[in-house]
């Protein structure tokens, strides 16, 4: 089993940055590859970003892509968010998730899941 602490939200003005951090315990860290979700108020969670087990591979949300980095370091047992030119439908709850589909990717099942940390973004 994994046990995943996420760190790191706030409140940030429209165009500002955050960098979210995940810290992993309990197993194998780098036998996992790593996710990161969004949920905003009243919807769905959806996929942001992941990363295979290695740091190799990584896929963003369309939404995303050229503002958010994802990143991992096996020896400290992190994956951290670095989120930039953040807007309002940014905000939300942001999960961190581990998965053994070491390519990691939106469609695979992700088999444990963080608490969450809150991102508010105003208008």
């Known amino acids: 089993q994994v046990q995943?602490?996420?760190s790191g939200g706030g409140l940030v003005q429209a165009g500002g940055s955050l960098r979210l951090s995940c810290a992993a315990s309990g197993s194998t860290f780098s036998t996992y590859a790593m996710g990161w979700?969004?949920?905003?108020p009243g919807k769905e969670r959806?996929?942001?970003?992941?990363?295979?087990?290695?740091?190799?591979?990584?896929e963003y949300a369309d939404a995303v892509k050229g503002r958010f980095t994802i990143s991992r370091d096996n020896a400290k047992n992190t994956v951290?968010?670095?989120?930039?030119?953040l807007n309002p439908d940014d905000t939300g709850g942001y999960y961190c998730a581990a998965s053994r589909w070491l390519s990691g990717g939106s469609k695979v099942r992700y088999d444990y899941?963080?608490?969450?940390?809150?991102?508010?973004?105003?208008s």
């Open 113 to 122: 899941w963080g608490q969450g940390t809150q991102v508010t973004v105003p």
């Open 37 to 40: 979700f969004h949920q905003a």
């Open 46 to 58: 959806k996929f942001v970003a992941s990363i295979s087990w290695d740091g190799g591979r990584t």
């Open 80 to 85: 951290d968010l670095q989120m930039n030119s």
């Open 4 to 6: 995943l602490v996420e």
